[in-house]
């Protein structure tokens, strides 16, 4: 059982937007920065938001992050085909004095 | 560019000691302010953090798995290491390094391809 709750999956049409929760708590989210990653099979997974909201260098503007209390989001706008795969946050929790990564959800585009 | 190689035996066995190398190009493990970790992902299941160290040697552990692993670092050779002992079939998973990690920080931007290690008699 994660730290961090994730809906398990999320799915879309291509063009809509699609948003993915990340549910925490006082001594993760609500003090520290959250990232997200996008996990493809076979693949290692790929930064797409750190420090909640901002983008690495080559990651599209349909990713973006936000966070507000215990709890972050990630949306993506104009989905495509290839945004199919599995989606991650993660944030320090000062309980552990560690990382911690949510269960990640599964997004299909139908 | 960032590249990060994980290299280690393929099969270990129950008991034993799982022992992984990653080896940086691109970059210097002694770059002040960076951190590296280990991150593992069991199969069907999600990211588990590990661990990070920073050049100077200081570490972060996860604490469920803090008795049994250390992670090292040697600058000489632009490598840090992971040694995970008495395994269990629990352990098997692909295990990648990463540029990132350190206190207070979850970003981890460069990663390695990973490499699955089974633990199994």
């Known amino acids: 059982q994660s730290v961090l709750t994730q809906p398990p999956s999320a799915s879309g049409t291509p063009g809509q937007r699609v948003i993915i929760s990340c549910s925490g708590s006082s001594s993760n989210i609500g003090r520290n920065h959250v990232c997200w990653y996008q996990k493809l099979p076979g693949t290692a997974p790929r930064l797409l938001i750190y420090?909640?909201?901002l983008r690495p260098s080559g990651v599209p503007d349909r990713f973006s992050g936000s966070k507000s209390g215990a709890s972050a989001s990630l949306a993506i706008s104009g989905l495509r085909s290839e945004d199919e795969a599995d989606y991650y946050c993660a944030t320090w929790d000062d309980s552990v004095s560690g990382v911690v990564f949510g269960g990640g959800a599964k997004l299909t585009v139908l | 560019q960032v590249q990060l190689q994980e290299s280690g035996p393929g099969l270990v066995r129950p008991s034993q000691t799982l022992a992984l190398t990653c080896t940086v190009s691109?970059?210097?493990?002694?770059?002040?302010?960076?951190?590296w970790s280990w991150i593992r992902q069991s199969p069907g299941k999600g990211l588990e953090w590990i661990g990070s160290?920073?050049?100077?040697?200081?570490?972060d552990y996860n604490p469920a798995l803090k008795s049994r692993v250390t992670i090292s670092v040697d600058t000489s050779k632009n490598q840090f290491s992971l040694k995970v002992r008495s395994v269990t079939a629990a352990d098997t998973a692909v295990y990648y390094c990463a540029r990132g990690g350190g206190p207070y920080s979850s970003s981890f931007d460069f990663w390695g391809q990973g490499t699955l290690v089974p633990v199994s008699s």
């Open positions: 691109g970059d210097s493990i002694s770059t002040d302010g960076i951190h």
């Open positions: 420090r909640s909201s």
């Open positions: 160290i920073y050049h100077s040697g200081s570490t």
